[in-house]
Each structure stands twice: as structure tokens, then as C-alpha cells.
């Protein structure tokens, strides 16, 4: 049977077992309703006038009116005759009465009404005791029938709840229940359902995609396992170490490169937990770091480690494993990945390119210098008078080999900086004589532009602990490009104020500002912001950042584009 036909004769058997109980009810309560009434109507009324005509026939003698009660009562009576046997009690009370009113004195009279009275509430107690029993009996048949019909719908809901709500919820329980087997990949569960109804055919489905599934599991375990294979030998044989952990940071695999540098085994490496084997290796240590105190920033310094007879370079990067179980919407963190990406080529490749920068620039600095001073003795007019043509000549020549010997002493400085060859001499430095190199270095420029340098120091600070000389390049740097940037007849503030403990140098224009996108990389190596047509090699401002950071310091930058820049750095007070 279907479960939509067992659901609908079970609610149908008790919709038609409440309207039949409730008819009964209604039927048996208007009986004995009737029953009452009967009573209460016809034999009460009878009672209650001959008491009150009683009454007034003891008071006939004494109270003129008495008459008058006890005929208007006895009219009420002859109105109110139900009972057999009534009407001629009532008609010689009728006939007593009238012989009584014209002999008032006559106690034989009088005795003889009582009698007919006491005769006549004799035949309404009669009737209403019998009535009484009828009205007893109907009762008792009204609640014998309604138990009866009330114990057959407790019997049948009964049953139905006992067996409806199973023959639903057993099935789906068991489905269920196999289902979580399918999904913990159980692929030889089936289920078994009797009948013709709804779950028989759901249960034909579920046993053959299980079914279907099994054989999917079977046909694919072997490929499973072969490109397992694959990914352990690709790991295995990857010139990078690599070491994967789960969520619980348990070892699951390591390659051979990873052994190869930490020097050990991997009977003794993987199936551990890497806090573990970190306890008694400081190279693991030193990559676990990041992983045992996540809150810590990580360090993005790359990491020098002996491997292959010489002091390698590796750049750590770990890779959290994050997977979507199927059929849910939240992701599950699985464990990570770390890799040691070497780099070791391109540090000594770098090195060699710092290397000839350096090289270069100092043999070029030579020959420059040279054309600098020969331009000076054209220019000399003990030599020789130049005519104007030749005067624009060399003009031009000495602005170019200006510029020339500016782009050599960057590339210079920026080759010693990486170099470590460049000697700081940090000791303390007048801010006063900083501040006034860097402005007479720019003065003729900025009244070129018809700038204004206005200069704001706090009284208190004098000294800072700082390499003057390099300091005031710095300072001479951001000023210069302050000036490069601003618009004609604008200011740019000069402020020195103290932090902290700390000095702080700032420089302030007004000028076009830099676009968000590229304020993080202005102090990248030869980085020029796109579209500018300013002259510059793009090395000012790392070789800026180099030196400031070399002396314990940092700098930063802050702009509103379309509105100006801050460049500010920041070093110790004495």
C-alpha cells in the first residue's frame, strides 16, 4: 500500500469516528435535555402553586385577600394539567373552592381542599420520580454509548500512532543511516524495504546507485593509486625541498631534497609531528617558526643554509590546503605545504650584477670627471673666446655630462649599499648643518621655479645620531624632487620635529601627488611612476631608503593625489 493511501485512510477513519462521537453526543445531551425539562416545567410548576394555594387556605379566616392568591394560583393550575388523574383533582379543588367561598366558616371545606391539594402534589412527586428515572436511564445509556465510541477512536488512534508514524520514520531512519555509509565511502550497503509503497522504489535506486558507485570505487582504485604514485615520485625527484603536514602538523610526506638538507632520515621524519623533530634540528626549526606562532609577522628574509658543499639561499613559502567536502559550502583546512625555493643562482647573479655596477660606474666616473674639468678650461676665456654657437655647444655638453656624473654616483651608491662596502660614519650630527646643506644644494633651483623652502625646526632637538654626510644626501634628494614635482611659485615646508626620542625629517610640497596604486612601490629600484616626464634614473629614493635604514632608521611617504606628498625618515635623537 501506498503511504499516501495509509495516510489518508488513517486520517479519514478518525475524522469520521470524531464526527460520529460528536452526533451521538449532541443526540444523547438533547434527550436528556427533554427529559428535564419535562420536570422541571410541568411537575414543579404544579408543586410550587399548590404550596402557594396551601398557604393561602391557612389564611383564609384571618386575611381577606387570601381568596384572591389562592384563586389566582388555582387558574395557574388549570393551565398547567400534565399528569393523568390531574384534571379531576384540579376540578374538585375548583368545586370545593367555590362552595368554600360562599361558607368561608366551613372546616370540612377547607379540610377537603388540603386533601385534594396533598392528592395533587402526590401525583406530580409520582410523576417526577418517574421521570426522574427515565432521565437516570437515558443518562446511563448516553454514556455507555459515547464510552463504547469514545474507547473504539482511543483504540484506533492508538494504533495509528504506534504504526502510521513508524511505517514513515523506520525507513527513513534506515536510509538514512545507509546513506552516512555511502558517504564514508561503504560503497556495499543496501537497503531492503517490503511492500509496493514509495520506499520500495526509493530503496530500488538507492541499491543501484550503490551499486553503481561500487563499481565506480573498484575500476578507479588503481588509478588512484598510480597517480599517487606519480605525485610521490614528482615530489620525490623536485630539485626544491618539500614538506607536507596535515591539520594536526603531522609529517605526511618529505623529499629527498628536504633530507638532503636537514640530514635526516626519513624513518625518523615522516608519521612525526614537526614540533617534534624541530625539538632536535634548528634548520626545522628555523622554517617552523612561522608555523608555531602564526601571530608573529613572518619573516620574508630569505634563509641561508649550507647545501651542496657551499652557503645556499632559499625563500620559504608555506601553502595552506584548504578543500569543499563535497556537499557542503564551507571550507575544510586539510594541512600545508612548505617549500624551499632556491635561490642561490640568482643572489650570485646578483651579486656579480652589483659587481660590475660598481665597476663600471667607477671607471666611468673617472673619464666623466675629465670631460668636467675640460669643459671648464672651454669655458675659461684665458684659452680662448668662444663664439655663441660654441658657447650653447658646450653649454649643453657640460648639462649632459652633469647628469651623466649624477646617474654614476647613484649607480655608485647603490652598488656599495648592496655590496655592504659603504661605511657609515654615525656619530653625532648638528641638524642645523644637515638641513642647510640640503637647502643651499637646491636654492638655485627653486628660485628657477620661484619656490619658497620654508624651514620649521623645533627648539628643542639640535643633535641626531646619524651619518651627516649621507644624511644630508638623503634630505638634498627629497628636497630635489620636491622641487622637480611642485608647480611654479608654490612652498615647500622643511620640518624637523621630535618624536618619541626620535628626530623626525619631513619634506612637503604641493605638487600632483602619487596615484594610491603607486605608493607602495616609489621606493622600488629604478621604479618611475608611468606617464611622468621628469628626468630621474628611479634610484633616488631606494638609495634614500637604504641609507636611512642602515642608520636604525625608517622612511615613509603620505599623498593625496592631486594635492602633494609628504617624504619623511625618521632617525635616533643623541
Not at 645556499?312 to 583546512?333: A, C, H, L, R
Not at 617549500?339 to 647573479?349: A, D, G, R, S, V
Not at 666623466?368 to 673666446?385: C, D, F, P, V, Y
Not at 632637538?461 to 611654479?488: C, F, G, H, M
Request: charged share 25%; net charge negative.
Amino acid at each position: 500500500m501506498k503511504i499516501k493511501t495509509k495516510l489518508n485512510i488513517g486520517v479519514g477513519v478518525l475524522f469520521v469516528m470524531i464526527v460520529v462521537l460528536s452526533v451521538l453526543s449532541v443526540w444523547n445531551i438533547t434527550k436528556l435535555k427533554k427529559d428535564t425539562n419535562n420536570i422541571l416545567v410541568a411537575n414543579y410548576n404544579t408543586l410550587e402553586y399548590s404550596r402557594n394555594m396551601l398557604l393561602a387556605l391557612e389564611e383564609i379566616n384571618s386575611d381577606p385577600l387570601a381568596f384572591e392568591v389562592f384563586e389566582k394560583h388555582l387558574e395557574k393550575q388549570k393551565k398547567n394539567v400534565t399528569e393523568s388523574g390531574e384534571k379531576d383533582t384540579t376540578e374538585k379543588i375548583i368545586t370545593h373552592f367555590g362552595s368554600l367561598k360562599n361558607n368561608p366558616e366551613n372546616t370540612s371545606l377547607q379540610s377537603s381542599i388540603r386533601k385534594d391539594l396533598t392528592e395533587l402534589m402526590q401525583l406530580n412527586m409520582s410523576a417526577i420520580q418517574h421521570k426522574s428515572s427515565v432521565a437516570d436511564d437515558t443518562a446511563r445509556d448516553a454514556i455507555t454509548v459515547i464510552s463504547v465510541v469514545g474507547m473504539i477512536c482511543f483504540l484506533l488512534a492508538f494504533i495509528l500512532m504506534v504504526n502510521l508514524p513508524s511505517n514513515i520514520a523506520d525507513p527513513v531512519r534506515q536510509l538514512t543511516a545507509s546513506i552516512r555509509q555511502i558517504a564514508n565511502q561503504n560503497y556495499k550497503e543496501r537497503v531492503h524495504f517490503e511492500g509496493s509503497s514509495e520506499f520500495s522504489e526509493l530503496a530500488n535506486s538507492f541499491n543501484t546507485m550503490a551499486e553503481k558507485l561500487q563499481e565506480y570505487s573498484e575500476s578507479r582504485l588503481d588509478k588512484i593509486l598510480k597517480g599517487k604514485k606519480r605525485i610521490e615520485t614528482l615530489i620525490d625527484n623536485m630539485q626544491d625541498p618539500v614538506i607536507g603536514i596535515d591539520e594536526n602538523k603531522r609529517v605526511l610526506f618529505v623529499n629527498n631534497e628536504a633530507l638532503s638538507i636537514t640530514g635526516l632520515q626519513k624513518e625518523s621524519f615522516v608519521g612525526q609531528l614537526i614540533q617534534d623533530v624541530a625539538i632536535n634540528n634548528d634548520l626545522v626549526r628555523n622554517i617552523i617558526k612561522d608555523l608555531l606562532y602564526p601571530d608573529e609577522s613572518r619573516d620574508l628574509e630569505s634563509m641561508k643554509i649550507y647545501a651542496h658543499g657551499k652557503e645556499s639561499y632559499f625563500e620559504k613559502n608555506i601553502i595552506d590546503i584548504n578543500i569543499v567536502p563535497t556537499g557542503e559550502q564551507d571550507s575544510q583546512f586539510i594541512g600545508q605545504v612548505i617549500m624551499l625555493h632556491n635561490i642561490t643562482p640568482f643572489k650570485e647573479l646578483d651579486l656579480a650584477k652589483t659587481n660590475f655596477i660598481g665597476t663600471v660606474s667607477h671607471e666611468f666616473k673617472t673619464p666623466i670627471s675629465s670631460i668636467k674639468m675640460g669643459l671648464q678650461l672651454l669655458e675659461n676665456e684665458k684659452i680662448g673666446s668662444l663664439n655663441d654657437d660654441q658657447k650653447n655647444l658646450v653649454n649643453c655638453i657640460n648639462e649632459d655630462t652633469t647628469q651623466l656624473l649624477k646617474i654614476t654616483g647613484e649607480l655608485l651608491n647603490i652598488a656599495q649599499v648592496e655590496s655592504g662596502s659603504m661605511k657609515l660614519n654615525i656619530a653625532p650630527s648638528k641638524i642645523s648643518d644637515i638641513i642647510k646643506y640640503a637647502v643651499e644644494a637646491n636654492k638655485a633651483a627653486a628660485e628657477q621655479k620661484n619656490i619658497t623652502l620654508n624651514i620649521k625646526t623645533d627648539e628643542g632637538p639640535e643633535l641626531v645620531k646619524a651619518d651627516s654626510e649621507k644624511t644630508s644626501w638623503v634630505l638634498n634628494n627629497l628636497i630635489s624632487n620636491a622641487i622637480r614635482y611642485s608647480y611654479q611659485n608654490s612652498e615647500i615646508i622643511i620640518e624637523v620635529q621630535e618624536v618619541n626620542h626620535h628626530i623626525v625629517f619631513s619634506v612637503k610640497d604641493t605638487g600632483q601627488g602619487i596615484e594610491p596604486k603607486y605608493v607602495n612601490r616609489i621606493f622600488d629600484r629604478y621604479f618611475r611612476i608611468p606617464g611622468s616626464k621628469k628626468e630621474g634614473t628611479g634610484l633616488g629614493l631606494s638609495i634614500s631608503k637604504e641609507l636611512i635604514e642602515s642608520q636604525g632608521g625608517n622612511i615613509e611617504v603620505e599623498s593625496e593625489y592631486g594635492a602633494g606628498s609628504t617624504f619623511r625618515f625618521t632617525l635616533e635623537k643623541i
